[in-house]
């Protein structure tokens, strides 16, 4: 049984590391150039939750944020005082949650009726 030799380079290898450095430096700047993008796509958002945060806050005296950006970042604020405000919050989110999973089985149980 004979090895299998790997293929001698020619010289042909357009592609080898190191041989075109103008390309090494092309695809360098070209990933510094999305890291950039990335970094001020992040501060504006980040900026943009803020400006958010500050307007609740005239309105409410605590409260939870929970969504996606357009870019579909997930975001989620939880702004409270105290301990206190923080439970009320947790106690108020926990009843949403239930009555929505209720009504969900309920519309359930009627499509389940329908069908008989």
Not at 79 to 105: G, P, V, W
């Amino acid at each position: 049984m004979k090895a299998n030799k790997p293929a001698k380079n020619n010289g042909n290898d357009k592609f080898a590391p190191g041989k075109d450095i103008k390309v090494e430096e092309l695809i360098k700047k070209a990933i510094e150039a999305h890291d950039e993008k990335q970094r001020i796509e992040r501060e504006g958002t980040l900026e943009n939750i803020k400006i958010l945060n500050d307007n609740i806050k005239e309105f409410l005296k605590s409260f939870i944020v929970i969504g996606y950006t357009f870019e579909g970042q997930p975001i989620n604020m939880v702004f409270a005082h105290n301990q206190q405000e923080a439970d009320s919050l947790a106690t108020c989110i926990k009843r949403y949650l239930n009555r929505s999973i209720m009504a969900e089985e309920m519309d359930d149980e009627d499509m389940l009726d329908e069908d008989l």
